[in-house]
């Protein structure tokens, strides 16, 4: 029951009832009349204002303890909006001792009997569902007891701490799971275009160098067309192995050779040529094997 203190100033036969209030007015113990807020005279002392009622909206946050499908407790807070009817004033001042508490008995059971029907996933989503569900009870129920249900909200869906850090591990995992998938594709592109890299790279050093030999050749034939045309007498063959030394010594010079002492006779400079060209038939048997 709300009263409002004082409801009303009473002065022998007057009393003046505040706004947004009903004064409930007694005849010798019966029910005589409701008064509306303003002054009125009263046949006292047989008639007295026994009690008044509020007209204003009123807010009841109730907190219910109940599971869901998958058998995990949740603690709902559930907030109805009610105000008192003033056509049904009577019935709301003599049917009912404790409104609160009868409210609180409707929204119990509608939320234990909704909630245990969801998972708990689905009651973060359901909850506009659930509020409609008890709204449609408390109002078929409390229009009868003189109260008009305006509004009822789901507030807060508590469920217990483990369970949350349980939930938030879960996510975690799941991101960190994405996030590994998303590393391993980089690193596959990654690997892709380093791989392509390199198969681009040796294929323009195979260009460059097939360019290099090539230029070698040209600049070999024009070496030993130069010397055949300036030294009377002398045969290709006698040019490449003079280039075959020359290139022999440029060998040992980028090996680490700094000085070489070697004999100058003519015949050294034979026997060595000699075995150049002997090195080299070896190689090309072998290339060739």
């Given amino acids: 029951m709300s009263f409002l203190n004082p409801p009303t100033f009473s002065c022998c036969c007057l009393t003046c009832v505040r706004t947004k209030n009903v004064a409930i007015v007694e005849n010798l113990g019966n029910f005589q009349s409701l008064l509306d807020p303003g002054l009125h005279f009263l046949a006292f002392p047989c008639a007295q204002v026994q009690g008044s009622l509020s007209l204003r909206v009123q807010q009841l946050d109730v907190h219910v303890e109940t599971k869901t499908h998958d058998n995990v407790f949740v603690n709902v807070a559930v907030s109805v909006q009610y105000c008192v009817l003033p056509s049904r004033a009577y019935d709301a001042y003599y049917r009912l001792t404790n409104v609160t508490s009868q409210v609180s008995s409707y929204v119990f059971d509608v939320v234990r009997s909704t909630v245990p029907r969801i998972d708990l996933d689905d009651v ?18 409390m229009t009868d007891y003189g109260y008009e249900i305006l509004d009822t909200l789901v507030v807060d869906i508590d469920p217990d701490r483990k369970v949350k850090n349980s939930m938030n591990e879960i996510n975690a995992s799941k991101r960190l799971r994405q996030a590994a998938i998303y590393k391993a594709e980089a690193d596959k592109v990654r690997q892709v275009k380093a791989a392509e890299a390199d198969a681009e790279a040796r294929y323009l050093s195979g260009k460059g160098v097939a360019r290099q030999r090539q230029a070698i050749v040209s600049g070999l034939k024009e070496s030993v067309n130069d010397f055949k045309s300036d030294v009377k007498g002398t045969s290709a063959t006698d040019v490449m192995d003079l280039l075959l030394l020359t290139q022999y010594f440029d060998l040992l010079k980028d090996v680490g050779c700094n000085t070489i002492f070697m004999n100058h006779s003519p015949d050294e400079v034979a026997n060595l040529k000699g075995q150049v060209n002997l090195t080299v038939g070896k190689k090309k048997n072998q290339s060739f094997f």
């Fill in 124 to 141: 973060f989503v359901q909850k506009q569902q659930i509020a409609e569900s008890v709204m449609n009870q408390l109002r078929s129920e």
